[in-house]
């Protein structure tokens, strides 16, 4: 991930981003189009248990490969199940999958080694820093596969003993090992990006006048960051977020195209495009791929272009 953000740092205690930031964003057309396209799909997922139209389990043998109807807007599939129901109940895995991430991977481990390793440097930031480029300089879309695919078995088999142990049942019908596994193998990656960039910005913040003072005050290591440090990284943490959100949303529709994601009979992107992919599927009912494949495409250009336009609102050359 490549970005382009130096924060210039003034006298201040803290630069926050600048209070006219939603006023410019208002005067970027595209960026607005982006912002709704990303909150229809994704509020779309968060809704999806009062707004789909019938259950992702719910199929209809004897309704199979319908056209669409008043009953099912965009057809059915190969089992008869709504279309329209399994896209928008793609989305909230998408939402949960890619939220998880940001949080775990991106904002929890990013940010915070990113500020520990600018700020207190020596061994911590050699340590750090060299844990991050051994996971850059592996191929991670590989070792996701490699991971998700063999790591499977053993994070089920945790859920069932869990299961045991607490005397419950369903947690593994619910797909919350799947949830666990990409979310978690997509965080495994997803902190580096974070942490060099916050860290490469906490690195010309430390020296700064109020740090200094702050330090001879005797302000604690937590207070210098989060006071002082974490406001004035936020415009850029802002751009990587949306950046790494998009990026978790692409990554999970590549596994579950694959077969090594979200597995059915819960649906995702992925899995809706790999079913209506088939050579004889696709010639008889292209809605069943092109459909999916238009939301996600939409869903990552919109990312792309809300990224780069942040990047240049909060870019401190043009302010």
């Known amino acids: 991930m490549s970005l382009s953000v130096a924060r210039g740092v003034g006298a201040g205690p803290a630069a926050r981003p600048a209070p006219g930031l939603w006023r410019r964003l208002l005067g970027r057309r595209l960026a607005m189009a ?5 909150l229809a799909i994704y509020a779309a997922g968060l809704l ?6 019938h259950s ?3 199929a209809d043998f004897a309704n199979t490969f319908a056209g669409p109807s008043w009953e099912h807007p965009l057809g059915t599939d190969r089992l008869g199940r709504d279309v ?17 991430s940001l949080v775990t991977g991106g904002l929890f481990l990013g940010v915070g080694l990113g500020l520990l390793a600018g700020y207190l440097g020596g061994r911590v930031d050699s340590a750090i820093m060299r844990l991050a480029d051994a996971f850059f300089a592996l191929p991670d879309i590989l070792l996701l596969i490699i991971i998700t695919a063999t790591v499977r078995p053993r994070v089920e088999g945790f859920f069932r003993g ?3 142990r607490l005397g419950v049942g369903g947690i593994v019908e619910s797909e919350l090992p799947d949830y666990f596994l990409v979310f978690g193998a997509l965080s495994l990656f997803g902190w580096v990006g974070m942490a060099r960039v916050v860290r490469s910005q906490v690195l010309s913040l ?3 006048e109020y740090v200094l003072a702050a330090r001879a005050m005797g302000a604690s290591t937590w207070h210098i960051v989060f006071r002082h440090l974490l406001p004035n990284v936020s415009p850029l943490v802002i751009v990587a977020a949306t950046q790494l959100l998009g990026t978790a949303a692409g990554a999970e529709v ?12 819960h649906p995702s992107f992925g899995a809706m495009i790999f079913e209506g992919a088939g050579p004889r599927t696709m010639l008889a009912h292209p809605n069943l791929v092109f459909v999916p494949a238009a939301v996600v495409a939409l869903l990552l250009v919109s990312f792309s272009f809300l990224g780069d336009v942040l990047n240049d609102v909060l870019s401190p050359r043009r302010r």
């Open 48 to 53: 999806a248990p009062w707004i789909a139209p």
């Open 34 to 38: 982006s912002l709704v396209v990303i």
């Open 84 to 100: 329209l129901s399994r896209l928008i109940w793609s989305a909230q895995t998408t939402v949960i999958v890619s939220v998880a």
């Open 206 to 208: 430390r020296e700064s």
């Open 254 to 265: 590549a596994l579950s195209f694959l077969g090594i994601g979200i597995q059915p009979p």
């Open 56 to 58: 992702f389990r719910e």
């Open 162 to 164: 869990l299961e045991g």
